[in-house]
């Protein structure tokens, strides 16, 4: 599940004009990064560098760093049918390539600035790639093969509601499975509703299981101690909106440990909340 917060401060000093609620900035371009893959990207706009997730799509990671890669890779491969999680990662490399290709010229981006939590340390944000050519990449990567539609969604630039997007692009990408193209060049037919029940299986039993206990499900990814917002930290169990802001005040940390030094942290609770944190890179 992916969470909303505000995360405009972050990026003052950024000039955009406004298209409802969305804020268009043009000449965008893209910048090299090993953390770029098909769907979540490090680019460049008015001088800022951020990173932005592209909304309704999925596509295949381009590794496994993390425990949390691993169960993504697995989901992906039993989804796209294919004969192992190597296979995965290589079409994740592809579509990495071909978002290097299209995105080759300037773009247009559209955002809200809501936030896509990730391990980058300044996090990632939502948005909408329009293309030199006027396309948009999200749709251009499911028609394609190289994405599935997945994810967060929200009224696009042209206008077009959520639901009606996401219809689109699942007629897209029954077409490129039709068609045999990308990713689905090499799905099992034989085996792809096995591996979808099997996933569908054990993510219920997940949500059973979260249920008994009675927890907040862990966030995707590790939050960076010196860089979320007082919003991400209040997702956490156990911190609330004035801890939030004492955490804040007591930056920068250089450990996790260091949480101690806040007035409200015990020792048993910094152990509870220590799986939630990392410390960004500088």
């Excluded at 760093?65 to 192992?84: C, M, N, P, W």
């Excluded at 959520?162 to 077409?175: A, Q, T, W």
């Excluded at 569908?200 to 995707?220: F, G, I, M």
């Excluded at 156990?238 to 020792?267: C, F, N, Q, W």
Aim: aromatic residues 10%; contains cysteine.
């Amino acid at each position: 599940m992916f969470l909303f917060v505000a995360v405009v401060p972050m990026f003052a000093g950024i000039l955009p004009s406004f298209a409802a609620d969305l804020q268009m900035f043009s000449n965008v371009q893209l910048v090299k990064n090993p953390a770029n893959d098909g769907d979540s990207f490090l680019v460049k706009a008015n001088g800022k560098s951020f990173h932005v997730r592209l909304y309704f799509v999925d596509c295949p990671e381009t590794s496994i760093s993390f425990k949390s890669d691993a169960q993504r890779v697995r989901e992906q491969t039993r989804y796209f049918g294919l004969i192992s999680a190597e296979r995965t990662i290589h079409f994740g490399n592809e579509a990495k390539i071909f978002v290097e290709r299209i995105l080759a010229k300037p773009f247009t981006l559209y955002t809200d600035f809501a936030s896509a939590l990730g391990r980058s340390p300044k996090g990632r944000m939502y948005g909408f790639i329009i293309t030199a050519d006027g396309n948009d990449l999200a749709s251009l990567l499911v028609k394609n093969g190289f994405a599935r539609t997945h994810g967060v969604g929200r009224k696009t630039p042209a206008g077009t509601s959520r639901d009606e997007m996401f219809e689109i692009l699942r007629d897209m990408e029954i077409s490129a499975i039709l068609k045999h193209i990308g990713i689905w060049s090499e799905s099992d037919p034989d085996r792809i509703a096995e591996l979808r029940a099997k996933q569908r299986s054990e993510d219920q039993e997940l949500k059973e299981l979260q249920s008994q206990v009675k927890k907040a499900p862990l966030p995707q990814s590790l939050l960076d101690l010196n860089s979320a917002s007082k919003k991400e930290l209040q997702f956490i169990k156990g911190i609330g909106p004035v801890l939030a802001e004492r955490i804040i005040v007591g930056r920068p940390y250089k450990t996790v440990d260091d949480l101690l030094k806040v007035k409200g942290i015990s020792h048993k609770k910094l152990e509870k909340i220590r799986p939630y944190f990392g410390i960004g890179k500088k």
